[in-house]
């Protein structure tokens, strides 16, 4: 394949280049041809098909809140961390064209797709996780400011910012080397010139040599890896502190209660069903007349009685039974009589 190749090729002072980019020579095949050709592209199907069903769940209109946005993103992000270098990992390790040197018109492409972007993503998802575990601690310590900090629209922008500084974290390894094709001999049909390419480092980075590499790596090992880590152990700590905090407190107020004289839990709450029953009783009688759904109907209103006690004596953040059911004080009207409550409670009077 002698193809004309472009003015840049003056760079090389060979018309045949004694050397171009080949993969052996950057990986130990023994272990990339496993994880790369076998592993990842098994791996990369089930988290793609995994997080494509979480997001279409999440995409429901009423997930919405602010936890449902930044946990959609974050399988964004992994999928596209997993996805992206796939595509490379399959033709060059899958399809064994690692023996053959590396194409120029793969050159950029195996770059871009196998360092630069999966580390911009991989970044994102990282400290992603870490806005998630704040949002969880202002949740269940400030619970009343957590809006001042979490609604839709700030989410959102948080997320374009956690993007951009993990563009900005690596924009300098796009500018480490240019691409540069060259003619090399092939290494699978000797006598036959294919177009390959040669990384042409630029001059800051031949100054700086090695200490940039030390530096960006040192860097990204503790932006990236320690700190987001330290971050979300000391939030998640804390949660679980307050979590047990409260859990003791209710057990100490449940035990106090029960080590009362002359106090009986279990009868008090038994007498508030009754009490409870009697009500929903006077009213639905007062508001219309005895029908055959009664015994369902008094069904109904004893598992709303005993839903609202038992959410009262909890204490559990959580669904109010009195809204899922309905508000027990006027269960007739969701019962079957369709006279709004203020109008009974006039007819009554």
């Known amino acids: 394949m002698n193809a004309t190749l472009p003015s840049s090729i003056d760079l090389i002072p060979l018309d045949i280049a004694p050397y171009g980019v080949y993969i052996p020579d950057y ?14 592209p098994a791996l990369s199907i089930v988290v793609t098909v995994t997080n494509i069903l979480f997001v279409a769940v999440f995409a429901k209109s009423g997930m919405k809140s602010p936890t449902h946005i930044l946990l959609r993103f974050m399988a964004i992000s992994d999928t596209l961390t997993v996805v992206i270098p796939t595509p490379c990992f399959i033709y060059i390790y899958l399809l064994r064209n690692y023996e053959e040197f590396l194409l120029y018109e793969l050159c950029t492409v195996w770059d871009l797709f196998t360092n630069f972007i999966p580390a911009i993503t991989h970044t994102a998802s990282i400290w992603l996780t870490v806005v998630l575990a704040f949002q969880r601690f202002l949740c269940v310590c400030f619970p009343l400011n957590v809006k001042i900090w979490f609604n839709s629209t700030r989410t959102y922008i948080i997320i374009i910012v956690t993007y951009l500084l993990a563009i900005c974290s690596n924009v300098s390894r796009f500018l480490e080397k240019d691409v540069i094709p060259v003619k090399l001999n092939s290494m699978l049909n000797p006598g036959e010139v294919i177009r ?15 200490e940039y590499l030390k530096v960006y790596y040192w860097l990204r090992a503790i932006v990236v890896q320690l700190v987001p880590c330290i971050v979300m152990a000391v939030f998640n700590g804390i949660v679980l502190y307050k979590i047990k905090v409260a859990e003791r407190r209710r057990i100490t107020l449940r035990s106090g209660m029960m080590n009362l004289p002359g106090t009986n839990v279990q009868e008090s709450r038994e007498s508030r069903v009754t009490t409870l029953l009697r009500k929903f009783e006077f009213k639905s009688s007062q508001t219309r007349p005895v029908t055959d759904n009664d015994s369902m109907e008094t069904h109904m209103m004893d598992e709303s009685a005993r839903g609202v006690l038992e959410w009262e004596e909890t204490g559990v953040p959580g669904e109010n039974p009195r809204d899922r059911v309905g508000d027990p004080w006027h269960f007739h009207v969701r019962a079957g009589d ?3 409550a ?6 009554v009077a």
């Open 27 to 40: 990986f130990n095949m023994d272990y990339a041809l496993p994880v790369y050709g076998y592993i990842t």
């Open 196 to 210: 390959g390419c040669v990384y042409n480092y630029n001059d800051w980075m031949i100054e700086s040599g090695i």
């Open 338 to 340: 369709q006279t709004p």
């Open 342 to 347: 203020g109008e009974s409670e006039r007819r």
